[in-house]
């Protein structure tokens, strides 16, 4: 009766793609790249993977194991466990919920991109000043991020098994062979400059997987540790309540080992993928320097880049932003799913109505997003150096500020409070063996809370 109403995932593998949807997004596809490019490429990678089969490793499963044992979301999760920690179940819900209002946005953009390429008109997309009077104008941002959010509702409406799992299941695969394909064709591609000098794929290759050491000082080594630590957890979609609704999703049979080494794999290849992608073609038509950080990568180089290539350029574009639709989708609908579930359960109604009155919220949250390139535009400088609008804002206090703050305090309270053997009995419950235990207790106790700790007073400016 009580799984029937909440409802969950049908199979090990559909627990796996869904996670992993949530877990592939826009950061894997635009924001690893440009992190490994401006931060020493092999290097980068090199940390990035020992971090994934560490700390990201712990940080996922303590999400998973939480959500499969207690059956709960979030908001009610860590109180049910500790009355005393209700507070960080609500702190976490907070989360999805300020993401919300601006993933849809960004979504938008990207939709608008795909119709742009899907009739022709790539060329226009390249030139300088398009993206900026596309997201400062009135109508069209609001259009395109309504539609992609009535999307992302009709699947979360739909439920768990007829909705995510089903949809997970058609795009990811999809999603897996769009990437394979480009990152071929950039290794193929070459390019001679106006002055004469030739570039190639290979070379671009070569500009992301050799560790680039020169000039290396600790400060140095010190960025990229967290670059690579606040890309990972961003990446894996973890401490935001998302993947503890998943994991209360999961049956018990399920071995949430294999599942949890499956989705970081996933999302780990995708983002080296990415990286195989944007790299190499982004270096053969305009060197290092096109690798700018931020929205202007996807949206004002990657263009450039298409148009340079001539008429393959919108073929190619086109499949770039059809399948970073498909990753943006995948990420949205967790989202959302989140705080329908979470939603669900604390006013006891159905999926049906709560799906649309948060659908309805949150359309009205967009909009104002959307206005903070006109209507309410305003520059605000942050403590980490940047200049912020309304999109920004959101962005930092969601996953600058809370992020690192409400995965310390999951750290304390698995490590320190209910022991992390409390997580351990979870991961065998299904009769298999959790190898990796020891690290994962010791992870968990010292060391990602002392990494997290960092993490949050870096992004709180104080160095
Ligand atoms: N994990 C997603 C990515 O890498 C981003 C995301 C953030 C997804 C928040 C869900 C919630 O892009």
Same mark, same amino acid.
């Given at each position: ?8 995932? #049908? #199979? ?38 020992? %971090? ?9 499963? *303590? ?16 109180? #049910? $466990? ?49 993206? *900026? ?19 992302? #509702? ?25 990437? $394979? ?18 570039? *190639? ?13 020169? /000039? ?7 960025? $990229? ?6 890309? %990972? ?63 202007? %990568? ?14 393959? /350029? ?20 967790? $989202? ?9 359960? %604390? ?117």
């Amino acid at each position: 009766m009580e799984k029937k109403k909440r409802g969950g995932f #049908s #199979s090990s593998i559909g627990f796996v793609l869904s996670a992993a949807g949530s877990a592939v997004g826009v950061g894997n596809i635009w924001r690893f790249p440009y992190l490994a490019a401006q931060d020493g490429g092999g290097l980068f990678l090199l940390i990035y993977l020992i %971090l994934v089969l560490t700390f990201g490793f712990t940080l996922l499963t *303590t999400d998973i194991a939480l959500g499969r044992r207690t059956k709960k979301n979030a908001l009610k999760a860590f109180g #049910s $466990i500790r009355p005393k920690w209700d507070f960080l179940g609500k702190m976490t819900f907070l989360v999805p919920a300020i993401i919300m209002t601006y993933y849809a946005v960004v979504g938008g953009w990207i939709t608008k991109y795909v119709l742009v390429y899907a009739t022709g008109a790539g060329q226009t997309a390249a030139q300088d000043e398009y993206f *900026t009077s596309f997201i400062t104008s009135k109508a069209a941002p609001i259009f395109f991020t309504l539609l992609f959010l009535a999307l992302t #509702s009709f699947v979360v409406y739909c439920g768990v098994e007829k909705g995510i799992e089903r949809f997970s299941k058609m795009v990811m695969p999809g999603l897996i062979f769009m990437i $394979i394909g480009i990152a071929l064709f950039s290794l193929t591609l070459r390019h001679t400059d106006a002055s004469g000098v030739e570039r *190639t794929g290979l070379q671009g290759l070569a500009v992301y997987m050799i560790p680039d050491l020169t /000039g290396i000082t600790i400060s140095r080594f010190l960025k $990229i540790l967290l670059d690579a630590m606040s890309q %990972l957890f961003f990446s894996l979609s973890v401490s935001m309540g998302i993947m503890i609704t998943y994991g209360s999703y999961v049956k018990k049979d399920v071995n949430l080992n294999r599942s949890i080494s499956q989705i970081e794999l996933f999302d780990t290849g995708v983002a080296l993928l990415a990286g195989m992608m944007i790299i190499p073609a982004v270096y053969v038509f305009s060197g290092t320097e096109g690798m700018t950080s931020g929205a202007s %990568l996807m949206f004002v180089s990657l263009p450039k880049v298409f148009s340079a290539m001539g008429g393959i /350029g919108t073929i190619i574009g086109f499949v770039f932003f059809v399948m970073v639709a498909f990753a943006a989708l995948t990420s949205c609908i967790s $989202i959302m799913e989140t705080l329908v579930a979470n939603c669900m359960e %604390l006013f006891h109604a159905s999926r049906k109505t709560v799906s649309l009155i948060v659908s309805v919220i949150f359309a009205v949250a967009s909009v104002v997003i959307c206005m903070g390139y006109h209507v309410f535009y305003f520059e605000l400088p942050l403590p980490n150096g940047q200049t912020a609008q309304l999109l920004d804002l959101m962005d930092y206090i969601s996953n600058s500020f809370l992020l690192p703050l409400i995965c310390l305090l999951t750290c304390v309270f698995v490590g320190w409070v209910i022991k992390p053997q409390w997580i351990i009995e979870e991961m065998e419950i299904s009769g298999h063996t959790f190898r990796r235990k020891k690290l994962y207790a010791f992870m968990i106790r010292y060391v990602a809370p002392i990494l997290m700790l960092i993490i949050f007073l870096q992004s709180a400016g104080c160095f």
